[in-house]
């Protein structure tokens, strides 16, 4: 469906003559993500507002536990109480965890060409030196058949590559990422094929553990109730943090909780949000419904398949330093012309010119105005208005 980039070399064998090491692959990605600890972890973007979702989480539950969790321990049995404070721990830092799964990995990305793919029904004749090359155009779309039904893929002109069925080209990470959902800017990257599980259990852990803290509020509160033999309203008083946190928790399991909801959804039918957003499977078919549980299966039970990319491999000496060349004959299906994407109503850019700024241009006058050709990318804070 798409051609991977050559085999990377390691060690010496990355060294040229001047005993110059080639940078990594993660020091030249042409993305926008951000990599952490010398590429083993990868980022998008935006990953500034992990830090904000990391608060949202350990704020609440901080304040649980100084100021309810605490004193509950008092309230209850020696060991139920213990329970209640080792339980909040150990589900806000499972929480975490997930987190950090769902932002901090490759979530599916798909390595860029590095020239375009030949036409299926070419015969290798073109004449390279003569002085009118012929062009062949690459066809915009490609028909392939899922489960008896026909889908047709897409080529994008930034990463030169038809992509496979149910990806995407973000426009926020500038990545091809396979089976793409949407870009979360909760946690500061996309989400796709290899971190789509890890997103649901994050958001469900969230859901679950805003009805923890508010439930046990509202348990405190019946205890002071109780103890003290005064109505609600006095005992609420008594504890303003559980009054914070049951409006916190409250307003917090709205979003989360139908995001859930939502997502629980898209499961049970083999969908994904950009999918949901555009082609409204519930007025044609899909092709990759295959009933409920198989469909859950696919999500949960399934392995996830390793990175299409190596961010710690050193780039082969020749690929690392040298631009990339165009290749003779062939015309990105957009070349020399501005055309309006029917996905999202951009313009798409010519392959070539993403060389304009490191090759000089040998036919003077010759100038490309169009702009990149990227699918717009489904923003999960939008979800919380619908």
């Known amino acids: 469906m798409y051609d991977a980039p050559p085999p990377r070399a390691s060690g010496s064998a990355t060294a040229n003559a001047a ?3 080639t940078p990594r692959s993660y020091q030249v990605w042409e993305g926008s993500n951000v990599f952490f600890l010398k590429g083993r972890f990868i980022f998008g973007p935006d990953a500034r507002s992990l830090f904000l979702t990391m608060f949202l989480i350990i704020a609440p539950a901080a304040i649980f536990c100084v100021f309810v969790a605490r004193k509950l321990m008092d309230k209850f049995s020696h060991h139920t109480g213990i329970c209640i404070m080792v339980i909040t721990v150990a589900f806000t ?4 965890c997930l987190l950090l799964l769902t932002s ?3 979530p599916g990305i798909i390595p860029r060409n590095l020239k375009p793919p030949e036409p299926e029904d070419f015969d290798g004749s073109i004449d390279v030196g003569s ?5 062949l155009r690459l066809p915009r779309m490609k028909d392939v058949i899922i489960n008896g039904i026909i889908v047709k893929i897409k080529y994008c002109d930034t990463c030169m590559l038809y992509r496979p069925p149910r990806c995407s080209h973000c426009s926020i990470c500038n990545n091809c990422v396979e089976r793409f959902d949407h870009h979360c800017p909760w946690v500061g990257q996309c989400i796709g094929l290899r971190n789509y599980r890890f997103f649901y259990m994050f958001v469900f852990s969230t859901t679950l553990l805003c009805f923890y ?3 046990f509020c509202w348990v405190y509160i ?3 109730m109780d103890a003290e033999e005064i109505n609600m309203w006095r005992a609420m008083a008594k504890t303003p943090a559980s009054i914070v ?17 939502f997502h629980l959804y898209l499961i049970s039918t083999n969908q994904t949000t950009y999918e949901n957003f555009r082609y409204r499977y519930d007025r044609r078919a899909n092709p990759y419904n295959l009933g409920v549980v198989e469909n859950f299966k696919e999500i949960f039970f399934t392995s996830i398949p390793p990175s299409k990319n190596n961010f710690r491999a050193r780039v082969p000496q020749e690929q690392g330093l040298q631009p990339r060349q165009s290749a003779g004959g062939f015309m990105s299906p957009n070349m020399g012309k501005g055309v309006v994407d029917i996905e999202v109503g951009r ?4 392959w070539g010119e993403h060389e304009a700024a490191a090759c000089f241009d040998i036919e003077a006058g010759l100038r490309n105005e169009a702009t990149d050709d990227k699918d717009g990318s489904v923003d999960c804070s939008n979800l919380s208005r619908t």
């Not at 002085?131 to 062009?135: A, G, L, N, V």
């Not at 049951?246 to 139908?258: K, R, S």
Request: charged share 15%.
């Open 93 to 96: 830092l499972y929480d975490l």
């Open 222 to 224: 019946k205890k002071i």
């Open 245 to 261: 946190l049951i409006i916190y928790t409250f307003i917090a399991v709205w979003f989360v909780g139908g995001l859930s909801v």
């Open 131 to 135: 002085i009118q090359t012929p062009q």
């Open 19 to 21: 005993g110059l090491v």
């Open 347 to 350: 313009k798409a850019m010519a």
């Open 213 to 215: 803290v508010f439930v």
């Open 104 to 106: 901090g990995r490759d």
